[in-house]
């Protein structure tokens, strides 16, 4: 069996693709590590904000965990305003 006839496409290739296989399309996701960069910087200024509350060694740990998980705050918090 040829390599044209397992691909289940008639002629080798989609009517998509170029003869060298790589797509005509535009990437989609040009910039894949800019919603990491974003939440990145957030954590990064709740562990800040969450830390100057902390006053023991529990309370380091715990400012790290909420740090990691600001966003869950954020929107728990936009939802409580928005039911006023």
Known sequence: MK???MSGVAGGHSDKAGHDG???AP????SPAG????YGLGMIG????????ADSPRGYGLAF???MVWPAFLVYRAFRR???
């Open 22 to 24: 790589r797509s005509d």
């Open 27 to 30: 990437a989609r996701n040009a």
């Open 82 to 84: 928005l039911g006023e």
């Open 46 to 53: 709740a562990l800040a904000y969450f830390v100057a509350d």
């Open 3 to 5: 390599v044209h006839e």
């Open 65 to 67: 965990l909420k740090a």
């Open 35 to 38: 919603g990491g960069a974003v």
